[in-house]
């Protein structure tokens, strides 16, 4: 019997939905439906100062008037905090984390006085700073209620793991360079996890089959893999499709002020012919593949 396949979309509801939205919806909708697969909503919520009820709505309101329906309840991270705590006591039962005390100041400042600072995909890498600390001094740090993050030790991590790779439906096989990122930050200061625990521990906890995201997110998959490897978790394959540009050659943001989904239903477009044109795009073979 063939595998049973199940995407997901995980929009965050930090703003209303815009094109490149919905093309992301529609192509991880569209790989499962194709297959005979489910297809789950889950909204990426964790974030509480920029997460807003009112974008939830909006999220369920533009997904019905393209005409996308879910198999079962929406996930909402926010939660589901208990999983990602249990992940991340792992990590620091297996000596993989350490906390960090950096403020964003103090990291600019290390970082502009260094000669040569490494970057990777998202500009200059943490220098590292409380991976020195001793052991000593973090755990005081902690015991006195010291506000801190924590951050995965990525090169003692992938000493641990040894090589790992991942399938990407266009690329092929993939070989993890998960320290281009450096230690990347695992739990924030400011909420109790991160993008990258939280999304690789739903992916598996939910059965998630295929991974289908825009291509801004390849990188992240470096992490995403070695995270799975940590937690003895499975790796889906991924689907990184083509992000969608404006007249500038830019990507789609809300940043960046991109016409919603919600202003388009307002003016009149007509939903049925938007999503064709989204489909023909960049047309799915026919096995549902990338």
Same mark, same amino acid.
């Given at each position: 019997?063939?595998?049973?396949?199940?995407?997901?979309? +995980?929009?965050? =509801?930090?703003?209303?939905?815009?094109?490149?939205?919905?093309?992301?919806?529609? $192509?991880?909708?569209?790989?499962?439906?194709?297959?005979?697969?489910?297809? #789950?909503?889950?909204?990426?919520?964790?974030? =509480? @100062? $920029?997460?807003?009820?009112?974008?939830?709505?909006?999220?369920?309101?533009?997904?019905?008037?393209?005409?996308?329906?879910?198999?079962?309840?929406?996930?909402?991270?926010?939660?589901?905090?208990?999983?990602?705590?249990?992940?991340?006591?792992?990590?620091?039962?297996?000596?993989?984390?350490?906390?960090?005390?950096?403020?964003?100041?103090?990291?600019?400042?290390?970082? !502009?006085?260094?000669?040569?600072?490494?970057?990777?995909?998202?500009? !200059? #890498?943490? =220098?590292? @700073?409380?991976? &020195?600390?001793?052991?000593?001094?973090? +755990?005081?740090?902690?015991?006195?209620?010291?506000?801190?993050?924590? &951050?995965?030790?990525?090169?003692?991590?992938?000493?641990?793991?040894?090589?790992?790779?991942?399938?990407?439906?266009?690329?092929?096989?993939?070989?993890?360079?998960?320290?281009?990122?450096?230690?990347?930050?695992?739990?924030?200061?400011?909420?109790?996890?991160?993008?990258? *625990? +939280?999304?690789?521990?739903?992916?598996?906890?939910?059965?998630?089959?295929?991974?289908?995201?825009?291509?801004?997110?390849?990188?992240?998959?470096?992490?995403?893999?070695? #995270?799975?490897?940590?937690?003895?978790?499975? @790796?889906?394959?991924?689907?990184?499709?083509?992000?969608?540009?404006?007249?500038?050659?830019?990507? *789609?943001?809300?940043?960046?002020?991109?016409? @919603?989904?919600?202003?388009? &239903?307002?003016?009149?477009?007509?939903? !049925?012919?938007?999503?064709?044109? *989204? &489909?023909?795009?960049?047309?799915?073979?026919?096995?549902?593949?990338?």
């Amino acid at each position: 019997m063939p595998e049973s396949v199940i995407s997901r979309f +995980a929009p965050s =509801p930090t703003g209303r939905l815009h094109l490149g939205h919905a093309f992301s919806a529609l $192509r991880a909708h569209d790989v499962a439906r194709t297959r005979g697969g489910r297809f #789950l909503l889950r909204i990426e919520d964790i974030d =509480p @100062t $920029r997460c807003r009820p009112d974008h939830v709505t909006g999220i369920f309101e533009d997904l019905r008037w393209l005409g996308i329906e879910w198999d079962g309840e929406p996930v909402f991270q926010s939660r589901r905090l208990p999983l990602y705590a249990g992940a991340l006591d792992r990590l620091k039962a297996a000596g993989l984390v350490y906390p960090c005390f950096c403020t964003r100041a103090r990291i600019a400042a290390e970082i !502009a006085a260094s000669a040569a600072a490494p970057h990777g995909p998202d500009g !200059a #890498l943490y =220098p590292g @700073t409380c991976r &020195r600390l001793a052991e000593a001094e973090r +755990a005081a740090r902690v015991a006195a209620g010291e506000a801190h993050g924590w &951050r995965l030790d990525v090169a003692r991590a992938t000493a641990t793991t040894g090589p790992l790779s991942w399938q990407d439906a266009a690329a092929g096989e993939i070989v993890a360079t998960p320290e281009i990122h450096g230690d990347v930050v695992l739990a924030r200061k400011d909420a109790p996890t991160s993008y990258h *625990l +939280a999304v690789t521990v739903d992916d598996a906890a939910q059965g998630v089959t295929d991974v289908v995201r825009g291509h801004d997110l390849f990188a992240a998959t470096h992490v995403h893999r070695l #995270l799975q490897a940590l937690l003895a978790l499975p @790796t889906p394959r991924y689907h990184h499709h083509p992000l969608l540009l404006d007249e500038r050659g830019e990507r *789609l943001a809300k940043r960046a002020g991109s016409p @919603t989904l919600a202003s388009m &239903r307002a003016e009149g477009v007509d939903a !049925a012919e938007l999503v064709r044109g *989204l &489909r023909s795009r960049f047309p799915l073979p026919a096995k549902g593949g990338e």
